[in-house]
C-alpha cells in the first residue's frame, strides 16, 4: 500500500504563486511515475503534471506549461509542483497520485490518491 499526502494549498491572487507537496510512504518502490490532477466544481478530473520516480522525464497539460514546474525529491519522498503566474481558472481540487504503469497522463493509470488540497485564486 502507499499513503500520500498533500500540503500547499490555499488562497492566493492572480499572478501569485503557491508550491504544493505531496508526501509518499509505503510500497513507494513500485512507483513508475507521481502525478499532479486537479478538479474544479462541476468538471471532470484533469491532468496537471507528472514526474518519473525515477531519471527526469516530465509531462505537462498544455494550460499549465511554462508556469508549473513538477519535481521530486527521493530522499524525502516527495514530489513538488511549483505553480507561478496562478490564474482564477487554476483554482481547483488539486491531487497528487501515484502509478505502478506506464501511462503518466491519464487519471485512470494511476492506483494510488491523496485526499486533495483546495487552490484558489482570486482575481
Known amino acids: 500500500q502507499v499513503q500520500l499526502v498533500e500540503s500547499g494549498g490555499g488562497l492566493v491572487q492572480a499572478g501569485g504563486s503557491l508550491r504544493l507537496s505531496c508526501a509518499a510512504s509505503g510500497r513507494t518502490f513500485s512507483a513508475y511515475s507521481m502525478g499532479w490532477f486537479r478538479q474544479a466544481p462541476g468538471q471532470e478530473r484533469e491532468f496537471v503534471a507528472a514526474?518519473?520516480?525515477?531519471?527526469?522525464?516530465?509531462y505537462y497539460a498544455d494550460s499549465v506549461k511554462g508556469r508549473f514546474t513538477v519535481s521530486r525529491d527521493n530522499a524525502m519522498n516527495t514530489v513538488y509542483l511549483q505553480m507561478n503566474s496562478l490564474k482564477p481558472e487554476d483554482t481547483a481540487v488539486y491531487y497528487c497520485a501515484l502509478n505502478t504503469r506506464p501511462i503518466p497522463t491519464t487519471a485512470a493509470g494511476y492506483d494510488y490518491w491523496g485526499q486533495g488540497t483546495q487552490v484558489t485564486v482570486s482575481s
Open positions: 514526474i518519473r520516480w525515477s531519471g527526469s522525464s516530465t
